[in-house]
């Protein structure tokens, strides 16, 4: 077996010229997933993937003149599975067969819109202009903006004690969370977005479906700490205060976010209005 399996490596680089070969680690379960990581990581002539499913390893064997590690990553991820490089698209993680969807770890998306791996394509990425790429940013900084205006909107709803409004206001929350691209956010905040969405997502749809007010502050409490942990990173344009008060949460404490210094609880609105303290400024 292993002067077979010696054979059949020296034949795959016999036919690849000026072949390199490497070992990475690649996200995946079972025989299907195997089929889908070496098809689409091999190109003939060009590139071969042979994959492990208990390793989760796989050996890349490329021309080094014509692609590299990252080019045959990009096009494993876009098929739907992680590296510990690159990060496949949500929505075609989430098309894979169940049986194929393994458990994610944060890393840096792949674009859907990745045309090829030529040298070409590959140059005018790296010299992207510098216009283009504060476009980039300032398209990312205003789709969070939105994330964290309809979360200030909805706390101040619950100050106001309407759960009416609070309501509505939290269906606008959601549609701001999913208008998030993750693949354009920078590694930092990528990397907070894929640990906190899942909860952010839910506490927004919670919140939208029912205008009980006690049941609406109790689902607050949870989505204002994913909250924290995204503005921590992504920063916003003004001071955020991250407030406190002692009395909510059955007297466990609760945390908001707030843009006024000034203590307005969102837990109890007008019944203990100033109950509570600034515990921390970011800025």
């Avoid at 997502?201 to 502050?217: C, F, L, W």
């Avoid at 989505?223 to 008060?245: N, R």
């Avoid at 002692?246 to 203990?272: C, I, R, T």
Wanted: charged share 25%; aromatic share 6%; glycine share 4%.
């Amino acid at each position: 077996m292993a002067i077979i399996l010696l054979l059949s490596v020296t034949s795959a680089n016999a036919q690849i010229k000026n072949s390199k070969t490497e070992t990475v680690k690649i996200y995946g379960n079972c025989d299907m997933c195997k089929s889908k990581i070496e098809t689409s990581g091999t190109l003939k002539k060009t590139a071969k993937v042979e994959w492990n499913k208990d390793s989760k390893m796989a050996t890349l064997t490329y021309d080094s003149t014509k692609t590299s590690q990252d080019e045959i990553l990009k096009r494993i991820a876009l098929a739907g599975y992680d590296s510990d490089k690159f990060l496949a698209p949500d929505a075609t993680y989430d098309a894979l067969h169940g049986c194929c969807q393994y458990e994610r770890e944060a890393k840096l998306a792949v674009s859907t819109e990745m045309k090829s791996e030529t040298a070409t394509t590959e140059n005018h990425v790296n010299h992207a202009n510098h216009s283009d790429t504060s476009a980039a940013k300032q398209q990312v900084d205003t789709k969070l903006k939105v994330v964290f205006d309809t979360y200030f909107l909805l706390k101040d709803a619950l100050v106001k004690t309407d759960g009416k409004a609070a309501a509505t206001v939290a269906k606008e929350v959601l549609t701001a969370l999913n208008a998030v691209k993750m693949e354009e956010l920078a590694m930092d905040v990528h990397m907070i977005w894929m640990k906190e969405m899942k909860s952010l997502m839910a506490g927004a749809k919670n919140i939208s479906e029912t205008q009980d007010i006690k049941r609406q502050r109790e689902i607050f409490i949870p989505l204002s700490k994913s909250m924290y942990e995204l503005i921590k990173v992504a920063k916003y344009e003004t001071p955020v205060y991250l407030q406190f008060c002692p009395m909510a949460n059955d007297g466990k404490g609760a945390n908001w976010l707030s843009k006024e210094n000034e203590v307005k609880n969102p837990y109890y609105g007008s019944q203990m209005m100033t109950c509570g303290k600034t515990v921390e400024t970011i800025q």
